[in-house]
């Protein structure tokens, strides 16, 4: 489907995310204004803001709704649209933060006039999220993810970058921290159940995408559009394998890497079955942000979102 009628757009901004790349926006504002479209920018003042403003939207005024920032910003987006379903306008992405790993699954250029393009002519891909949903103390309500869901090495990697850090060092951050992981690192076990079937994993990524934390390819057969639930088992314990799991991630290299394998499902049940002595906190990454604890239930919510594509 084509979106080609003229109107306007909400465009959510995180203004921290588009310091460094405010050019874009601007950029793509005005290409957007002289292609007879009016803009509304938003900034972002707090954590949840993004998913209000989503989830309050005027469809009946915006056609488009867009957001400016990195990926936890779009996930909060998705979760404001994911609660309209089909009373919400289609959504858009100016690439920003440090991952960009949705507009790299879109195939969405980086230019002002690819971004601007797909806002006003780009076509429609019906998305249905992933749902996860913590038993813990304090879970909250389920959070919805385009991306992925993660538990093990790579939750704790994203558990310990801080806002400050990131934004000093951006993917410097991530690699820093995963240094730091490697050296505490204690063989947990985690017990992850696909549609009733049990497995064993030293980290489990739960994805929509084929991507991962950019450019890198971790589920070569995921697509957004996709109704399943490509579960990436990590079935190797040590510092050394996790850190030579990502050395392959990092060459293209991983889907064909030993102790590596990804299966499919809808339904998905991730706990620990032996902390190994770690007595810490077991952390959930949604869509790059520490957002739950373990045990964590995910599925796929029961409506979509329309995004636009190129």
């Known amino acids: 489907m084509t979106f080609a009628s003229m109107g306007s757009v909400l465009l959510i901004l995180n203004p921290i995310a588009g310091r460094r790349r405010r050019g874009l926006v601007d950029a793509v504002v005005g290409r957007v204004r002289a292609e007879g479209w009016t ?19 005027d469809a009946s005024r915006y056609g488009v709704i867009a957001v400016a920032g990195g990926d936890g910003t779009i996930n909060e987006v998705v979760n404001g649209l994911a609660r309209r379903a089909a ?16 507009a790299h699954e879109l195939g969405l250029g980086f230019s002002a006039q690819s971004v601007a393009h797909t806002m006003t002519a780009g076509r429609e891909l019906l998305v249905r ?61 985690y017990a992850v159940e696909i549609d009733g079937e049990v497995h064993e994993a030293a980290s489990v990524i739960v994805t929509r995408a084929r991507h991962y934390a950019g450019p890198y390819v971790v589920a070569p057969e995921a697509a957004l559009d996709d109704p399943l639930l490509h579960v990436c088992l990590f079935e190797r314990w040590g510092w050394m394998h996790a850190l030579r799991f990502g050395a ?15 299966l499919t499902g809808r339904q998905v049940r991730v706990s620990v079955t032996n902390d190994a002595g770690e007595h810490r906190r077991q952390p959930v990454q949604i869509d790059g942000d520490d957002a739950l604890t373990l045990p964590v239930s995910i599925g796929l919510a029961a409506e979509g979102v329309r995004v636009l594509r190129p």
């Open 39 to 57: 803009v509304d920018v938003v900034e972002t003042a707090a954590e949840g803001d993004a998913c209000r403003l989503a989830e309050a939207c």
């Open 248 to 262: 392959a991630l990092l060459l293209g290299a991983l889907p064909r890497t030993p102790g590596y394998r990804v």
């Open 129 to 189: 999220p992933g749902e996860a949903n913590g038993s813990g103390t304090g879970a909250g309500p389920p959070r919805c993810f385009s991306l992925m869901a993660g538990a093990g090495f790579d939750a704790k990697v994203v558990a310990g970058v801080t806002a400050p850090l990131k934004r000093r060092w951006g993917r410097g951050a991530y690699i820093w921290r995963s240094l730091v992981e490697a050296r505490r690192y204690r063989p947990v076990r």
């Open 87 to 102: 009373t919400a306008p289609p959504l858009a992405i100016v690439p920003l933060g440090t991952a960009n790993v949705l």
